[in-house]
Structure formats: C-alpha cells, structure tokens
C-alpha cells in the first residue's frame, strides 16, 4: 500500500491501490475538505495505528433536487452563471408518499456551499438540506465502522462495504426468522446481519486532559479567551502510555500522596509554549483521542492558548467548528486524529438510559466513573494551581485514566457500543458523540431510503397527507395523548415485582406497519383501522407495501429479542464473544427505544404526528388490556407506566397466567424486569426509591439532590440512601423512622447554633453569561458575584460562583467575603424539609413533629446569645 504526504496527513494513493483486496480499510467517517473539493474519506489503517484520509475517488459532487423542469431551470442565469453550478440531470423517484414514480431535475454544483445558495431560487426543492458528507454516505451506501475498499470497473472507481465471515449458526437462525417476510425486508435483514456479526477494530487511543492556573477556587477559565497558562497535560494510552507534561512553576512538589502515579513518566517544562507542542506532537501519535468535554474545554483551550501564545495556526492539529445548534457549543477537530468527546456521548439521554440503566444521574467526570468503573476524581480542598505539584499531577493524571477507562471497561464495551450505533445509523463515529439520537435515526432512514430510490421527503410534504392527531394531550407542549398511567399510591410497600413489556412501542411498530408513508395515505387499496383504549377510530394504515420504519423497527427488534438477547447468554460461547453480543443487544436497544419519540418532534425531518399518535394509541390499548387481565387474575396492582407494571406480592403461578396470556392474546412478551425488597411510594409518577433483591438502590425523583446541593445537604442525602440499602423488613424500617428523625433534629439544631462550617454549606453555580447579561431576574449566584466584582474581584463567564445564604437584603454572599455569623439558617433548613418532605410523608412521617418542639429551639437560641 503506498501513501502520499499531505501536510501531516497520510492519504491513501488510491490510483496505486484501487485493485488492492488484501487491505481493505475501516471507514470511521466521511469529511468534506474545502481545500480540495472533494470528500475524505477516514479510514483507519488495519493494525489500528494511524488514520488515513482517502480523498474521493468517485468523482462525487453535491446536488438538490427540484420539481421544475430541465429547460427552466437552464433558463435561470443566476445559476447558471455562477461559477459553482456544474450540470443538470433528469432524475426518476419513487416518491414514499403517493408510491409513485416522480421525474425531477437534479442540479449538480462544486461545492457545498454552493446548495445553499442555489436552493433558494426554487419554489419546491427536496435533499438539499441534508448535509454533503451524509449525503455522500447514503450515494455511496457506505457504513461507518465497516471495512470498505476500492474498486475499478470499465475505468469506473466505486466503493465496496466488504461482508464479513459470519457463523453458519448464525445466518440459520436470522434465515428462519426472516424466511416468510417480502424480499425487500429480507434483504435488509441479512445486511444488518453484517454489522452485527463483525467485531469492530481496536485502534490505538490517547486520553488526554489539561489543568489551567487559577487565581482563585472556583473561577473556570474560559476557552474563549484562554488568558492563564496550561500548567498540566497528563495522557493516557491504550498502547501503555502514561505521561504528563507540567509546567515549571515556583511551587513545591510535595510528599506523593497513594493517588500519586508512580508509573508514570512526569516530563517538566520551563516553557508553556514547548510543553504545549509536545502536547500535539504526542496526539499526532494516535488514530483516536479521547477526551470528557474537549469540544468545549480541553482542545478549545489548548486551540486559543496556542493563537495567543503566537503559536502558527499551521502548527496547531486542532480546528475549532462552531456548533450548528446555535448554542455557545463548539466541535474540535483533530487533523491527524478522530476526537471522541465523551462528556456528549454520556449526555446522550438515550445511552444514560438504555445503554446504561440510569446507573448514573449526573453528566459529570466523577458521576460516570464512580457508577460504571468504581473509580472517583481526585478530591481537594483550595485551589489547585497553589497545591503541591504532587498532588496536580495525581489530579490531572486521574482524570485522563478514568477517561480512557471509560471506553476499556467491560471488554471495550463504550468504543463498541459507538461502533455498532454508527453501523446502524450510518453516522460518523465522531458525530455519534455530538448528534442527538434523532439525527441517527434520520441518516438510517435517509440512507434506506437512497437505496430504495425513495425521493427523501420534506416534512411539509407528510403534513399535506396528514390527517392531525385526535387525542388531547396530558403534557404540555405536547400534540396528542401519550403513554397510559397508574397513579401510585403513597407509603411503604414490601415484596414488588416488576413486569416489563418487551419492546412496547417497536413491537406496535412492527405489528401495525406503522411508518410516516404509511399512516393516512390515500394511494393504497387496503387499510386497517388504528383503534384507540376506548375502541375510537384515529388513524389508516396502509398494508399494501411494508413501511419502512416497520422494516427497520422490526428487524432490529426481532434480530434483539430472538438472537443477541440470547446469545449473550449463551455459556457455551468464549466470554469475548458473549460480551460482544451484550454490546450487541444494548445498541438495538438503544436505537429502537427512542425510534418511536422522533416521529412526535416538530424538528425532525420526517415529522409525522399521526405515527406518532397511532403508536401511543395502540400503547394505552395494549397496557390497558394487560391490566385489565392482572386485575382479573386478582393480582394488586401498585403502579404502572407506559410498559412497565408494578405488582404487589404476586404468585408465581399469576405470573406465569399473565404472560401466557399476553403472548397469545396480544402477540407481546412481558418479562420480569426487576423484583424489589419494598418501594416507597410518593403518590407521584416516577418518583419513588426502591431496594432491589440484590441490594442496590433505585430512586427515580426522590430525594432532592442537585448538582449545586450543598454538601452538607448531599452527605446526609448519601447516608440516608446507605441506610435504606440495608432495609428488609417492616422492623427494619421502623429503626430507620426512628434513626431519620434523631438525625433530621440534629442538623436542625447543627444549623441553629451555625455549628456546620461554610464550606459544607456552600453553594456553587456556574454564570453562563456575562453578568451584564442577566437582565430578566438576577438569580443567587448573580448577585453573589455582583458583590465579588464590586469587592474587585474579576468574575466572568463560565466561573463557578460559591455563595452561601445570609440574612442580608440580597440572601447571598460569596465565600469570600462571608462569614458563618451571617449564615441564615432558616433557609437550610427549608433545604432539608423540601428535600425529604414527600420520603417523610411517604413513610408516614411529618417534618413539623420531628421539629416542633419550640422549648428547645427557645433553649437553643438563648445558649447561642
């Protein structure tokens, strides 16, 4: 294989290599290079070591399409003159909506760029808002996370997505599954067969993270302004390296703490300049680098330090994008690497919650680490650019450890699972971190839909056919009626299980061929009612051709449920392969969960509201019946919501009864999801605390604990939940009545006589504006740092503000300038009562007696005068 030199980057010389079928590379993403005027191919190189940019041998160009014909739209000078439009083509579509075939003209230009401009000289245009690097994707049908290469036919360059090995076993069983379905859907399958079966590459990776000086706890330095040095970049390599780079500075390394990593290399530098082009000369090393928050801080900051410095932009691998999302968000990307920015990925609601379990509430470094890896973040106290050298490198070390950790644990599972979800979705692997799940979804559809030469319709066109939704919705902001809810009811209740309706809503999906070209459409010969709970008429489904998220919400679904599930737990497999298919099941899980909601949000491209009424309509039926039946069989039913039902001390034989019953009356599986110990109730949707058998903990909406809790309030939350962790019995939670009550008298009596120190009662929260900004209100945290700059104290955007409450006009102080006199302790306590009040009245408990006893509160306060 031959490579020519571009810069930094190695590019694979394809007119040298386009006959070459012993190498083929894995695509992990396409980018469009405006220096050359082509797509780029990023590859990675097959012992994992490099990337490799292959510029577009397909002589592939941007286009939209549009409705008016070939000589009118050659009638238009402003087009044709300009000197990015290239050509016009008559095009045939399938139009999904009418299923009919539409001619349309194609007008080719040199440029992206160019599609916006020429766009708005058409009335009707389709595929122009789609961006050219997806777009060249779905032309192509090419899958990120696949291994693509080459090939030359009658002088004619395309591109191959290479079909891996695959277990006899394995193709039996997705053949009997998928033998009695249409050959559209058929093929389909057994394409996605493919990226299931494939284990994905194994790149060299770098973590990395950066400390910057501050002269003060809690002010964050700001990105955008990158005014104070970087004084530390540790790293952390998947190939053994560990290293940091410290700036020298006139402070004392210190007695190594047991957090201090002796294994690793400490390179010092009396120049911030030096330190920090090492620092790139270290990242051109790897394929991927791994940060948490890098888009918005690590690599942003190290980006305008560099400029600042006068370090030359051709020296500087990082090119800041600015988000399209008009937000203060920013992409950084790396030149000669990918970047993976796993604070988005972590953030995404839909990997929290079905990828992960909710094991953990806040999108935070030390939150994820702690839940998955049982690793924490380094804790100090003060500022820790005035700490020993020591004990920064130990920090800054820590952090690029449990960052790469996070994509190791459990055999590689976080890099797989963004693999298998760029497979599916036909996304970059880079934009699997930074796009929501709805523009996954969208490039699946897209991407289906290039490969059936469906015309990728505008959402207007959807409305034209659209009936409107019937139901009136419960939540505001919503268009029609959603999930059926049980109210719960509210105290202690032992011996719970919890039963599951498997795939709820892909299930109904499937079922009813439910797809926005499917619903209400008037084309087709036969249709089927959609019903509602109360037997109402809503919506017509077409049944004459499969829809296609019916297609691909049912492969995935089945390809889950009957195969992966099963195979990751199938013993006589190697434990890396059962690992695999665990991955394998959670990223199903993950696109077909959130597959539904898209189809309700104004913003996709493909929204159909009628598709998305008809699945919560068939939801509440089907939940409905279910529960109708569990009554009948005389089982107590606690609470339930959308698929799941919460049950009070079933017997097995009601349970066995119920599922059968599902299975053959309404073609859905309801598994046990979870058994518990007791649940508190609250009398609120989704707001209790369970214990599970296992001993673990789940609190949906319970106690009261955000990130800007003070920390006082959070230990004592935190030992509240350890104490209920150990509860089995009536008796048990007697004890604990009794333990909660002594303790919520203490800290009500520690804050009387102010005998808890400021700093465990302070209050930190981040200014995501200038202070000139905050115009409508002035918040707590506001005022605070109002009095920091009148004291002459610099305070700006993205600094952490730590204030206490005082008995002053503006209730607020910074630490700074506080005092533990000042403290108002009247409005901690409220603290206290707001975050335990609906746990107390959920076990029977009222805040006003535990504290009523005004002889001695009267006692108290005499004794501190």
């Known amino acids: 294989m031959k490579y020519s030199k571009i810069g930094d980057v190695y590019t694979l010389d394809y007119d040298r290599v386009v006959n070459s079928v012993e190498e083929p590379l894995y695509l992990l993403g396409v980018e469009y290079d405006g220096d050359i005027g082509k797509a780029l191919l990023i590859m990675l190189s097959n012992d994992g070591s490099r990337i490799l940019k292959l510029p577009d041998p397909t002589d592939h160009r941007p286009y939209f399409l549009t409705d008016e014909p070939v000589d009118e739209v050659l009638s238009k000078k402003e087009l044709t003159e300009d000197p990015r439009f290239e050509r016009v083509e008559e095009v045939v579509k399938i139009n999904p909506l009418t299923m009919a075939r539409q001619k349309l003209t194609k007008i080719v230009t040199k440029d992206p760029l160019a599609v916006k401009k020429f766009r708005a000289l058409f009335k009707n245009v389709w595929e122009a808002k789609i961006k050219y690097h997806n777009n060249y994707i779905y032309d192509n049908m090419l899958v990120p996370g696949m291994r693509v290469k080459v090939s030359v036919s009658n002088g004619a360059r395309t591109l191959i997505t290479l079909r891996p090995a695959i277990d006899k076993r394995v193709i039996e069983l997705a053949q009997r599954m998928f033998e009695n379905m249409d050959s559209e859907t058929y093929q389909t399958a057994m394409n996605f067969l493919d990226y299931f079966e494939e284990m994905p590459p194994l790149p060299k990776r770098l973590a990395l993270d950066i400390e910057v000086y501050t002269p003060a706890k809690g002010k964050v330095p700001s990105p955008r302004h990158a005014d104070l040095p970087v004084i530390s970049i540790s790293f952390k390599g998947s190939d053994g390296l560990k290293k940091v780079l410290l700036l020298a500075r006139e402070v004392s390394f210190g007695e190594p703490t047991e957090d201090y990593p002796s294994d690793a290399e400490v390179e010092i530098f009396d120049s911030e300049i030096d330190m920090i082009l090492e620092a790139y000369r270290i990242i051109s090393q790897y394929p991927v680098v791994i940060t948490f928050n890098g888009d918005n801080f690590d690599l942003y900051y190290l980006y305008t330090r560099s400029l600042k410095l006068g370090i030359g932009r051709h020296r500087i691998p990082i090119k800041i994008i600015k988000s399209e999302e008009g937000s203060k968000e920013v992409i950084a990307k790396l030149e000669t690497s990918i970047h993976i920015d796993l604070y988005k990925f972590f953030s995404n609601n839909a990997i929290k919650n079905y990828a992960f379990g909710g094991k953990y509430q806040e999108e935070n470094l030390d939150a994820i680490s702690t839940a998955l890896l049982g690793i924490s973040k380094i804790s100090f106290e003060g500022n820790l650019g005035e700490k020993p050298l020591s004990v920064l490198i130990a920090y800054n070390y820590r952090d690029a450890d449990i960052t790469l950790q996070l994509t190791q644990f459990g055999n590689e599972m ?238 097995q034989e009601q349970l066995a009864k119920l599922q059968e019953w599902v299975s053959t009356n309404l073609g859905l599986e309801i598994e046990l999801d979870k058994v518990f110990t007791y649940i508190v109730f609250t009398g609120l949707k989704k707001n209790y605390l369970g214990r599970s058998s296992d001993g673990s903990i789940e609190i949906k909406g319970l106690i009261a604990k955000k990130k800007n809790t003070p920390d006082f309030l959070k230990n004592f939350f935190e030992e509240i939940v350890e104490r209920m962790r150990v509860i089995t019995s009536p008796g048990e939670l007697k004890d604990f009545e009794e333990w909660l009550k002594t303790e919520i008298k203490q800290k009500y009596m520690d804050l009387k006589r102010r005998e808890i120190t400021l700093d465990q009662l302070v209050i930190r929260t981040g200014l995501t504006k200038k202070i000139e900004e905050y115009k409508k209100n002035t918040p707590p945290h506001v005022k605070a740092a109002i009095q920091l700059r009148n004291y002459g104290i610099h305070v700006g955007e993205n600094d952490i503000i730590a204030y206490v409450k005082v008995k002053s006009r503006d209730g607020v102080k910074p630490i700074q300038l506080a005092r533990l006199s000042e403290i108002d302790p009247d409005k901690y306590i409220e603290n206290i009562r707001s975050g335990l009040e609906q746990l107390l009245e959920a076990i029977g408990l009222d805040w006003d007696g535990i504290i009523s006893n005004k002889v001695t509160d009267l006692l108290l306060l005499s004794k501190q005068e």
């Open 414 to 651: 976080v890099w797989k699972l963004m693999v298998l979800m760029a497979r599916i979705s036909r996304t970059n692997i880079e934009d699997i971190c930074r796009r929501r799940i709805s523009n996954w979804i969208q490039n699946l559809v897209f991407w289906e839909s290039r490969r059936r030469n469906y015309l990728i319709v505008n959402k207007e066109d959807i409305q034209k056919i659209s009936k409107g939704t019937y139901s009136k919705a419960t939540i505001e902001g919503k268009k029609y009626a959603g999930a059926l809810v049980i109210e719960p009811p509210v105290g202690v209740f032992f011996n719970i299980v919890v039963l599951d309706i498997a795939s709820l809503y892909p299930s109904i999906i499937k079922k009813y061929n439910l797809s926005f070209e499917t619903v209400d459409v008037d084309w087709c010969k036969n249709k089927v009612w959609i019903e509602d709970e109360t037997g109402r008429k809503i919506h017509s489904v077409c049944i004459d051709k499969p829809g296609l998220m019916s297609i691909i919400v049912g492969i995935l679904r089945d390809f889950r449920v009957n195969i992966y599930k099963k195979r990751a737990k199938d013993k006589s497999l190697q434990p890396e392969m059962l690992a695999w298919y665990d991955i394998v099941q959670r990223a199903i899980k993950v696109f077909i969960n959130a597959s539904y909601g898209v189809f309700g949000d104004e913003a996709f491209p493909l929204y159909s509201p009628a598709m998305a009424e008809s699945v919560t309509a068939l939801g509440r039926r089907s939940f409905f019946n279910i529960l109708s039946k569990a009554s009948e069989l005389g089982v107590k039913i606690l609470y339930g919501d959308t698929d799941s039902i919460f049950l009070w001390n079933p017997t």
